[in-house]
């Protein structure tokens, strides 16, 4: 795809559609929204569908995912939801690298990886990823950033607390939407003064991260004030998490139709990323949010 084909007008605050700088091609967004597929190569993600038990499954769900309209592949090797422990950079590896290599002789599809370690993302890189989504954005691993400026990658940075088993003891916030948007500064400068562009970085306020309900209502609604001012990319991933079943009260297999929702407004309040569990009805979702927007006569 050239980037010509990324000129035309997108309903997401009246921005271009979103174009991804890998280290050796530009992307653009199918649907004018990135689209990120969750594959979790780990027994004990929160949601059963997301997760893959053996390198043939990994590979099969990703080129579904793929025909579905997915943009870019997001891997992960360890559980970051609330109270999960840590896993071993060898661990990680081991799961990772083999599904990493299989996708990629099938498909070019950009892969991202859900990881806070130089050891597991530099593996990673040289099987084929393209893309950090560091949870800690850098924090747990300051060699990250110089390895990803030295390789010209994109990075995703994300908002969070503390580590997983105690990230939801720290929920008090004064104005959770300016706090984060201050943190998410703060590692926007840092990778800066790393090296990594400025074209490079996307950022994630983080939703479930050390949030309660109100707070997570609130970044929602207020997803572009993380963009800095319209200068990044921002991610917003809430895909069947538990926000969506406080509100609907349903259990993480039957949140697809209140993530659907969530994300739609995250949309249309300024995010040009979704992480998501199910590609195909959330690119119909948003082929419908711009067909609306844009008011197809």
Partial sequence: MNSADCNFSSYLGGMNAPVLNLAD???CAKNGI????????TPDSFYEGSRVNCTEQAVETALKMVADGADVLDLGA?????????VSDEEQIARLIPVIKAIRAKSDCPISIDCRRLSVFKAAVEAGADILNDVSAFE????LAEFCALHNLPVILMHKRANPSQMMQNVQYTDVVAEVAQYLQARVDYSLSKGIKQDKIILDPGIGFAKNLGDNCKIVKNSFAFSLGGKYPVLIGASRKTCVGQITGKETE?????????????????????RVHDVAETVDCMKMLKGIENDND
């Fill in 140 to 143: 747990d691993d300051e060699n």
């Fill in 254 to 274: 039957n949140r697809l139709a209140g993530t659907l929702a969530i994300h739609m407004l995250a949309a249309q309040h300024g995010a040009s990323w979704l």
């Fill in 78 to 86: 360890e559980s970051t939801r609330p109270g999960a422990e840590y």
């Fill in 25 to 27: 091609r530009k992307v």
């Fill in 34 to 41: 990135f689209i990120m597929g969750i594959i979790n190569c």
